[in-house]
């Protein structure tokens, strides 16, 4: 079957289609015969040997309507209409028509389902508009095509510009097609904030204030990479630090109007949670562990970009309690990564510290942290911690922090029978972590979903990765959408 052009040997059969199809056609003859040489009419058939529907539009301007279309009642439900509708829009969008209108009855529930799917939106309702004898209401119904096309034309070519500065560390990201990383580039403020022993909030949105102009300067130079070709710009709507967002998300904002491109926003911890999918596509359902400095959860995907919470850290998260500890022992922050350097692949003897016990698949670490705070002390006082009393301690901590997530991870997984295991989070970049959680994943046959080390911490790129997964839902924001310091993930995907 294809569809084209009506011609002037089609008029009879298009009459006898209308006729025998619509309520409301009244085309004669010399009107179809107009209708096909004149400019400011579209008539396609559907031509399977023979005609078996059409469409006639009538062009004013900007606007065009639908008069007519009718399939023949043995090829209904057969998506000729769809066809017709999607040949026929082709046509508008290089006569730079802007809206396509149409009205339908009422009662005619077939066609306004069949308008509803193609993407008409109702506009107004004309009461008692189609007279006596079949008195109904018009549905007047309204399409915008070149909105829509635009969109349909980016999303072929997606190039997005992912935008992450809910922390502290601003980046950038140019991510193509939800799979290629054309450019990752990250401006780590950690040096800055090291001599306040942690992230110093206002510090933090200096620096993305000044980082942020030198990382775009770098995308626009780059040889390959053409900023103007930029299909959407997405950017970290939350959680992270108020300040902080709101400059990512300015920046955002001001590219996207710039460029005139939808602009998305993306739950951080989203991003996390899919940086593993840069390296293989995961499968459902799922458990996402998520370690980083601000949260330690464990989340369930029963299907793409589908979050629900089954477990979390009732006080600290995973790396701001080992960020804490690391300080008592005067390591240098983060003091995750300080840790993980300090203990590397080794085995040192283990201090006695005290089981936690808590409901559900939650966890808890502010108990440990205390008991080896004071643990510390006392070895302080007795004079400054060798090497090997520090090494003792980074380790057992480091241990008991993280085989109680994946004890938990674990449980949760065979309770729920899921197969596939996602990690993620800056402490995903933990030696002892990535190890244990391949070998029990390994000794279960459990698929193991797990990021590269450069996109454990805080980056871009996984940004891009979710904003292109809420772009293929329609999950664009306003431009007046705020940034959210406690952004909830269950909402990420609805
Ligand atoms: O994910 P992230 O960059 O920031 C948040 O989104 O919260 O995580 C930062 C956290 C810090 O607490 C840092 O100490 C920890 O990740 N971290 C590590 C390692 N590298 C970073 N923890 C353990 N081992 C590492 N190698």
Avoid: W
């Avoid at 539009?57 to 209904?76: F, L, M, T, V």
């Amino acid at each position: 079957m294809i569809i084209r052009l009506a011609e002037t040997k089609d008029v009879k059969s298009i009459i006898a289609i209308g006729q025998k199809v619509l309520l409301d056609f009244s085309f004669k003859e010399e009107d179809l015969n107009k209708y096909i040489s004149d400019p400011a009419h579209l008539v396609y058939v559907a031509d399977d040997k023979k005609i078996v529907g059409f469409i006639s539009i009538r062009i004013e301007g900007e606007d065009a309507e639908i008069d007519a279309i009718a399939i023949n009642s043995d090829r209904q439900h057969q998506g000729i209409g769809t066809q017709l509708l999607l040949e026929a829009i082709k046509d508008l969008v290089d006569k730079n028509v802007i809206n396509l209108l149409l009205d339908v009855r009422r009662k005619n529930m077939q066609a306004f389902r069949f308008y509803k799917k193609n993407g008409f939106t109702t506009t107004s309702i004309r009461p008692n508009y189609y007279p006596e004898p079949n008195l109904d209401d018009a549905f007047c119904m309204k399409k915008e095509i070149i909105k829509q096309e635009k969109e349909k034309v980016r999303r072929k070519n997606e190039i997005i510009l992912a935008i992450e500065s809910s922390c502290d560390e601003s980046a950038l990201a140019i991510v193509k097609n939800g799979k290629e990383i054309i450019a990752n580039t990250v401006d780590t403020q950690i040096k800055e904030h090291q001599k306040y022993g942690g992230v110093y909030p206002e510090l933090a949105s200096r620096l993305h204030l000044q980082n942020m102009p030198k990382l775009l300067k770098y995308l626009m130079s780059l040889k390959d990479f053409d900023f103007t070709t930029i299909t959407h710009v997405a950017f970290t709507q939350g959680p992270g630090l108020p300040g902080a967002l709101q400059i990512g998300s300015v920046v955002a904002k001001t590219i996207a109007s710039y460029l005139d491109v939808p602009l998305i926003g993306v739950n951080h911890l989203a991003g996390h949670i899919y940086a593993g999918e840069f390296v293989k596509p995961y499968s459902y359902p799922a458990l996402a562990l998520v370690a980083s400095g601000g949260n330690s959860e464990i989340v369930l995907l029963k299907e793409s970009m589908s979050f629900k919470i089954i477990g979390q850290s009732l006080d600290d998260a995973i790396g701001e309690a080992l960020d804490k500890v690391a300080r008592l022992l005067d390591l240098p922050y983060p003091g995750g990564k300080a840790i993980d350097e300090l203990v590397g692949n080794n085995e040192y003897p283990l201090i006695n510290l005290p089981k936690v016990n808590v409901d559900g698949y939650n966890f808890s670490y502010s108990g440990i942290k205390s008991h080896v705070a004071r643990l510390i002390e006392k070895e302080k006082s007795k004079g400054p911690l060798t090497d090997k009393t520090k090494c003792s301690i980074a380790y057992s901590v480091e241990k008991v922090f993280i085989d109680q997530l994946l004890e938990k991870l674990f449980i949760a997984a065979k309770d729920l029978k899921i197969k596939n295991i996602i990690l993620g989070g800056g402490v995903s970049a933990n030696s002892y972590l990535r190890k244990e959680i391949t070998n029990r994943c390994k000794a279960s046959r459990y698929n193991l979903f797990i990021p590269p080390l450069e996109l454990t911490t805080d980056n871009a790129a996984m940004i891009g990765l979710v904003a292109s997964k809420k772009i293929a839902i329609n999950r664009m924001c306003k431009f007046d959408t705020p940034t959210s310091a406690n952004l909830d993930l269950e909402i990420e995907g609805e």
